[in-house]
Nanobody
């Protein structure tokens, strides 16, 4: 069974940091592009960041550029999202997702391309 599991969410003060993990089971992430998305209450799901399967291409939403960093460790079958300088408006449920994109040095933050989704992890930024 193909499964993605997110972890690392929690409650953090403004300006703080968290590292989210997305670990796959039942399949290898080697040939998949991975995206991180978030959804706040009453808002649509938005793309935060993505990383390609090859050559380390990354993309970020303007709202998180310079604060968030996506990376992958294929040996651990895991993708990470480092969240720094967190703001209250970053509060949301964060999801990771995957789509097959072997040997492609590109990715998209459009959720329509993804069809393997995790269950999400809550990030709350509050003092």
């Amino acid at each position: 069974q193909l499964q993605l599991v997110e972890s690392g969410g929690g409650l953090v003060q403004p300006g703080g940091s968290l590292r989210l993990s997305c670990t796959a089971s039942g399949f290898s992430l080697d040939f998949y592009a991975i995206g991180w998305f978030r959804q706040a209450p009453g808002k649509e799901r938005e793309g935060v960041s993505c990383i390609s399967s090859s050559d380390g291409y990354t993309d970020y939403a303007d709202s998180v550029k310079g604060r968030f960093t996506i990376s992958r460790d294929n040996a651990k079958n895991t993708v990470y999202l480092q969240l720094n300088s967190l703001k209250p408006e970053d509060t949301a449920v964060y999801y990771c997702a995957a789509y097959p994109a072997p040997f492609l040095a590109m990715c998209t933050t459009s959720p329509n391309e993804y069809y393997n989704w995790g269950q999400g992890t809550q990030v709350t930024v509050s003092s």
